[in-house]
Structure formats: C-alpha cells, structure tokens
C-alpha cells in the first residue's frame, strides 16, 4: 500500500507518536541536534522545489543568493552534487566564504565588497535565497 506517498499528510501532528511509511524516514545524523536535523527536510524541499521549478539541469550554471543561509546551503550542494551544475556562485558575508567553498561553491561571493549584479559572469539561473535581488 503506498497511500503515505501518495497522500501524504498536509499538517504536522502534535501527537507524541504517529504511524508512517518506513521509506519516508531518515537516522539523525549524529553529528546533529534534534532541532538541526529537524529543519532539514523544509529547507531541501524548498532548495529541491525551487531548481526543478527553473527547469535546473545538468551543465547549466546558477547564481545562489543568500549562499550560507538554510535554504542557500542546500541550493549549492544539490546544484553541484546533484543537478551537475557547470557553476555555482553564491553570496555571502566574508566570514561565511570557505563554508560556500566546502559546500561546493565554484565563485564566492563577499556581497559586503562586491555587487553581484556587476559580475561580469552571466548565469542560467539566479536562486534569491535572501530577498537579496532588486526588482
């Protein structure tokens, strides 16, 4: 029977215990606190949702706005490791640029010192995790 899949719930429980499909769940990484992991499935959905929403592929290039924040990190790591991005860029304040490199970030970008409109680089996809673009 695959109804949790196919119907998910569409609001949380506030019941001690609640029965779910077995593939629906993950261990807690042990290097996490419960609140961590907690707010993981949120914020790769959100990231997740937003690439195939660009119509994201592989050996396209993407410019992540707001790169160390929740959603940023996630954006960064599945453009690279799982959508094959040619490049990721990503903004950041210059005491968060290695974490944009070690996630997988090609360009990192210090938004207090650079305006990333003025990059020469053009990009397939800008991902504004920030609120950081001007209409």
Same mark, same amino acid.
């Given at each position: 029977?695959?109804?949790?899949?196919?119907?998910?719930?569409?609001?949380?429980?506030?019941?001690?215990?609640?029965?779910?499909?077995?593939?629906?769940?993950?261990?807690?990484?042990?290097?996490?606190?419960f609140a961590e992991a907690a707010s993981l499935p949120l914020?790769?959905?959100?990231?997740?949702?937003?690439?195939?929403?660009?119509?994201?592929?592989?050996?396209? /290039?993407? @410019?992540? =706005?707001?790169?160390?924040? %929740?959603?940023?990190?996630? +954006?960064?790591?599945?453009?690279?490791?799982?959508?094959?991005?040619?490049?990721?860029?990503?903004?950041?304040?210059? /005491?968060? @640029?290695? =974490?944009?490199?070690?996630? %997988?970030?090609?360009?990192? +970008?210090?938004?207090?010192?650079?305006?990333?409109?003025?990059?020469?680089e053009k990009f397939d996809v800008v991902y504004d995790a920030a609120g950081?673009?001007?209409?």
């Open positions: 029977m695959r109804y949790p899949l196919d119907h998910p719930k569409r609001y949380g429980s506030l019941a001690e215990y609640t029965a779910v499909e077995e593939s629906l769940l993950a261990l807690k990484p042990k290097n996490l606190s914020v790769i959905e959100t990231a997740h949702e937003g690439l195939e929403r660009t119509g994201f592929s592989a050996g396209k /290039s993407i @410019l992540v =706005l707001g790169g160390a924040g %929740g959603v940023g990190t996630q +954006i960064i790591q599945l453009a690279k490791h799982v959508f094959s991005a040619s490049t990721v860029a990503a903004t950041s304040s210059t /005491s968060k @640029l290695e =974490l944009l490199k070690s996630l %997988g970030a090609d360009l990192a +970008i210090d938004y207090t010192k650079e305006n990333f409109e003025d990059l020469p950081q673009s001007r209409q």
